[in-house]
Protein backbone atom coordinates (compact mmCIF):
# COMPACT_ATOMS: atom_id res chain seq x y z
CA UNK A 1 0.00 0.00 0.00
CA UNK A 2 1.73 3.10 -1.29
CA UNK A 3 1.37 6.08 1.27
CA UNK A 4 2.83 8.49 -0.70
CA UNK A 5 1.97 8.76 -4.50
CA UNK A 6 3.23 10.52 -7.10
CA UNK A 7 1.28 9.99 -9.91
CA UNK A 8 3.45 11.71 -13.10
CA UNK A 9 5.97 9.46 -13.67
CA UNK A 10 7.40 12.13 -15.84
CA UNK A 11 6.85 15.60 -17.00
CA UNK A 12 8.55 18.40 -19.51
CA UNK A 13 8.18 21.82 -19.21
CA UNK A 14 9.88 24.74 -21.15
CA UNK A 15 12.82 26.88 -19.85
CA UNK A 16 11.32 29.76 -18.01
CA UNK A 17 8.15 28.41 -17.87
CA UNK A 18 6.36 27.23 -13.99
CA UNK A 19 6.91 22.95 -13.24
CA UNK A 20 4.49 21.69 -10.82
CA UNK A 21 5.07 18.61 -9.78
CA UNK A 22 2.21 16.99 -7.37
CA UNK A 23 2.34 14.30 -4.69
CA UNK A 24 -0.65 12.89 -2.76
CA UNK A 25 -0.50 10.86 0.76
CA UNK A 26 -2.93 8.40 2.40
CA UNK A 27 -0.90 8.07 6.35
CA UNK A 28 -3.12 10.92 8.08
CA UNK A 29 -0.12 10.70 10.81
CA UNK A 30 1.81 12.08 8.55
CA UNK A 31 2.77 15.74 9.57
CA UNK A 32 6.29 16.94 8.16
CA UNK A 33 7.05 16.32 4.17
CA UNK A 34 10.29 16.86 1.90
CA UNK A 35 11.57 17.33 -1.59
CA UNK A 36 14.20 15.69 -2.77
CA UNK A 37 16.21 15.84 -6.18
CA UNK A 38 18.53 13.17 -7.86
CA UNK A 39 20.45 13.19 -10.77
CA UNK A 40 21.52 10.27 -12.53
CA UNK A 41 24.44 8.16 -11.17
CA UNK A 42 23.99 10.45 -7.79
CA UNK A 43 22.26 10.33 -4.47
CA UNK A 44 19.16 12.33 -4.03
CA UNK A 45 20.02 15.73 -2.59
CA UNK A 46 17.56 17.33 -0.26
CA UNK A 47 15.40 20.21 -1.57
CA UNK A 48 12.72 21.79 0.53
CA UNK A 49 10.52 21.17 3.22
CA UNK A 50 7.42 21.92 5.04
CA UNK A 51 5.55 21.02 8.26
CA UNK A 52 2.25 20.37 8.59
CA UNK A 53 1.63 23.44 10.53
CA UNK A 54 2.27 25.52 7.39
CA UNK A 55 0.93 25.98 4.29
CA UNK A 56 3.57 27.45 2.33
CA UNK A 57 7.36 27.36 2.04
CA UNK A 58 9.84 29.08 -0.03
CA UNK A 59 12.83 29.01 -0.76
CA UNK A 60 14.12 30.74 -4.22
CA UNK A 61 12.68 29.32 -6.95
CA UNK A 62 11.34 26.49 -5.20
CA UNK A 63 7.73 26.92 -3.32
CA UNK A 64 6.28 23.85 -1.61
CA UNK A 65 2.61 24.06 -0.99
CA UNK A 66 0.41 21.82 1.71
CA UNK A 67 -3.08 21.07 1.40
CA UNK A 68 -3.54 18.68 4.54
CA UNK A 69 -7.49 18.27 3.85
CA UNK A 70 -7.07 17.09 0.74
CA UNK A 71 -3.45 15.37 1.69
CA UNK A 72 -2.21 16.54 -1.19
CA UNK A 73 1.31 18.68 -2.03
CA UNK A 74 2.78 20.26 -4.86
CA UNK A 75 6.43 21.56 -6.04
CA UNK A 76 6.38 24.55 -8.05
CA UNK A 77 9.80 25.88 -9.67
CA UNK A 78 9.80 29.30 -10.90
CA UNK A 79 11.32 29.98 -13.67
CA UNK A 80 12.15 26.76 -14.66
CA UNK A 81 15.94 26.06 -15.77
CA UNK A 82 17.61 23.01 -17.82
CA UNK A 83 19.18 22.07 -15.01
CA UNK A 84 16.16 21.61 -13.03
CA UNK A 85 16.32 18.69 -14.99
CA UNK A 86 16.20 15.46 -13.13
CA UNK A 87 13.94 13.29 -10.51
CA UNK A 88 11.87 14.84 -8.03
CA UNK A 89 10.93 12.66 -5.11
CA UNK A 90 7.76 14.05 -2.86
CA UNK A 91 8.97 12.36 1.34
CA UNK A 92 6.75 11.99 4.15
CA UNK A 93 7.11 11.38 7.62
CA UNK A 94 5.22 11.23 11.06
CA UNK A 95 7.71 13.65 13.81
CA UNK A 96 6.80 11.74 16.60
CA UNK A 97 8.60 8.28 15.61
CA UNK A 98 11.71 9.29 16.84
CA UNK A 99 14.32 8.16 14.00
CA UNK A 100 13.71 10.44 11.08
CA UNK A 101 12.37 7.58 9.02
CA UNK A 102 11.21 9.11 5.40
CA UNK A 103 8.83 7.59 2.99
CA UNK A 104 9.15 8.04 -0.54
CA UNK A 105 6.95 8.46 -3.40
CA UNK A 106 8.11 6.84 -6.74
CA UNK A 107 9.51 9.70 -8.06
CA UNK A 108 8.66 12.20 -11.15
CA UNK A 109 11.40 13.05 -13.93
CA UNK A 110 11.43 16.56 -15.04
CA UNK A 111 12.12 17.95 -18.65
CA UNK A 112 13.40 21.09 -19.01
CA UNK A 113 13.38 21.71 -22.55
CA UNK A 114 15.75 24.86 -23.58
CA UNK B 1 34.49 17.47 2.65
CA UNK B 2 33.44 13.84 1.54
CA UNK B 3 29.85 13.28 3.25
CA UNK B 4 28.70 9.99 2.89
CA UNK B 5 30.74 7.04 0.69
CA UNK B 6 29.57 4.28 -0.35
CA UNK B 7 31.82 1.47 -2.00
CA UNK B 8 31.43 -0.28 -4.50
CA UNK B 9 29.60 1.73 -7.07
CA UNK B 10 28.88 -1.38 -8.90
CA UNK B 11 29.09 -5.41 -8.28
CA UNK B 12 27.61 -8.18 -10.20
CA UNK B 13 27.14 -10.91 -7.26
CA UNK B 14 26.13 -14.68 -8.46
CA UNK B 15 22.99 -16.58 -6.93
CA UNK B 16 23.82 -17.68 -3.28
CA UNK B 17 26.84 -15.63 -2.71
CA UNK B 18 27.41 -12.67 -0.11
CA UNK B 19 28.95 -9.61 0.27
CA UNK B 20 28.91 -6.20 2.08
CA UNK B 21 28.26 -2.81 1.13
CA UNK B 22 30.44 -0.13 2.46
CA UNK B 23 29.24 3.11 4.03
CA UNK B 24 31.33 5.64 5.90
CA UNK B 25 29.97 9.22 6.92
CA UNK B 26 32.32 12.25 8.30
CA UNK B 27 29.70 14.77 9.49
CA UNK B 28 29.34 12.82 13.09
CA UNK B 29 25.85 12.65 12.01
CA UNK B 30 24.08 9.83 14.71
CA UNK B 31 21.25 8.47 12.24
CA UNK B 32 22.38 6.70 9.03
CA UNK B 33 19.91 4.63 6.87
CA UNK B 34 20.15 2.21 4.58
CA UNK B 35 17.68 2.06 1.21
CA UNK B 36 17.03 0.42 -1.72
CA UNK B 37 15.83 1.89 -4.88
CA UNK B 38 14.23 -0.71 -7.76
CA UNK B 39 13.58 0.64 -11.49
CA UNK B 40 10.89 3.10 -11.24
CA UNK B 41 9.75 2.40 -7.70
CA UNK B 42 10.58 4.99 -4.70
CA UNK B 43 13.25 4.35 -2.11
CA UNK B 44 12.67 1.46 0.31
CA UNK B 45 13.98 1.79 3.78
CA UNK B 46 16.18 -1.64 4.67
CA UNK B 47 17.66 -0.44 8.11
CA UNK B 48 18.39 1.99 9.89
CA UNK B 49 20.77 3.01 13.34
CA UNK B 50 20.00 6.19 15.82
CA UNK B 51 23.61 5.61 17.14
CA UNK B 52 26.59 3.16 17.62
CA UNK B 53 25.18 -0.15 18.65
CA UNK B 54 21.53 0.71 18.01
CA UNK B 55 19.99 -0.68 15.29
CA UNK B 56 16.60 -1.14 13.57
CA UNK B 57 14.88 -3.06 11.02
CA UNK B 58 13.26 -0.97 8.04
CA UNK B 59 10.43 -1.66 5.33
CA UNK B 60 12.47 -4.44 3.25
CA UNK B 61 14.77 -5.89 6.13
CA UNK B 62 14.82 -9.50 4.93
CA UNK B 63 18.21 -10.63 3.17
CA UNK B 64 19.95 -8.46 4.76
CA UNK B 65 22.47 -8.04 7.70
CA UNK B 66 23.45 -4.26 9.65
CA UNK B 67 25.74 -3.23 12.39
CA UNK B 68 26.68 0.02 13.46
CA UNK B 69 30.11 -0.43 15.68
CA UNK B 70 30.83 3.61 15.19
CA UNK B 71 29.49 6.33 14.13
CA UNK B 72 30.83 6.94 11.28
CA UNK B 73 30.32 3.36 9.59
CA UNK B 74 27.05 1.46 8.53
CA UNK B 75 28.33 -1.54 6.34
CA UNK B 76 25.09 -3.71 5.15
CA UNK B 77 25.49 -7.30 4.25
CA UNK B 78 24.03 -9.29 1.79
CA UNK B 79 24.49 -13.07 2.95
CA UNK B 80 22.84 -15.02 0.40
CA UNK B 81 22.42 -12.87 -2.55
CA UNK B 82 19.52 -13.36 -4.90
CA UNK B 83 18.13 -12.09 -7.81
CA UNK B 84 15.51 -10.05 -6.27
CA UNK B 85 18.18 -8.19 -4.84
CA UNK B 86 18.70 -6.48 -7.76
CA UNK B 87 18.75 -2.94 -6.48
CA UNK B 88 20.75 0.09 -6.72
CA UNK B 89 21.66 0.61 -2.59
CA UNK B 90 21.97 4.21 -0.92
CA UNK B 91 23.44 5.17 2.69
CA UNK B 92 21.92 8.12 4.21
CA UNK B 93 22.90 10.34 7.46
CA UNK B 94 21.42 12.73 9.25
CA UNK B 95 20.79 14.35 11.99
CA UNK B 96 17.15 15.72 11.23
CA UNK B 97 15.04 14.91 8.41
CA UNK B 98 17.66 16.25 5.58
CA UNK B 99 19.56 13.71 4.80
CA UNK B 100 23.24 13.26 2.97
CA UNK B 101 23.25 10.46 0.66
CA UNK B 102 25.76 8.63 -1.08
CA UNK B 103 25.96 8.24 -4.70
CA UNK B 104 24.72 4.76 -4.19
CA UNK B 105 25.75 0.96 -5.57
CA UNK B 106 24.80 -0.74 -8.02
CA UNK B 107 24.11 -4.39 -7.47
CA UNK B 108 23.17 -6.95 -9.82
CA UNK B 109 22.73 -10.24 -8.44
CA UNK B 110 22.63 -12.80 -11.14
Known amino acids: DQQVKQNSPSLSVQEGRISILNCDYT??????FLWYKKYPAEGPTFLIS?????DKNEDGRFTVFLNKSAKHLSLHIVPSQPGDSAVYFCAATYSGAGSYQLTFGKGTKLSVIP | NAGVTQTPKFRILKIGQSMTLQCTQDMNHNYMYWYRQDPGMGLKLIYY???????DKGEVPNGYNVSRSTTEDFPLRLELAAPSQTSVYFC?????????FGSGTRLTVV
Open chain 1, 50 to 54: ISSIK
Open chain 1, 27 to 32: NSMFDY
Open chain 2, 49 to 55: SVGAGIT
Open chain 2, 92 to 100: ASSEGYGYT
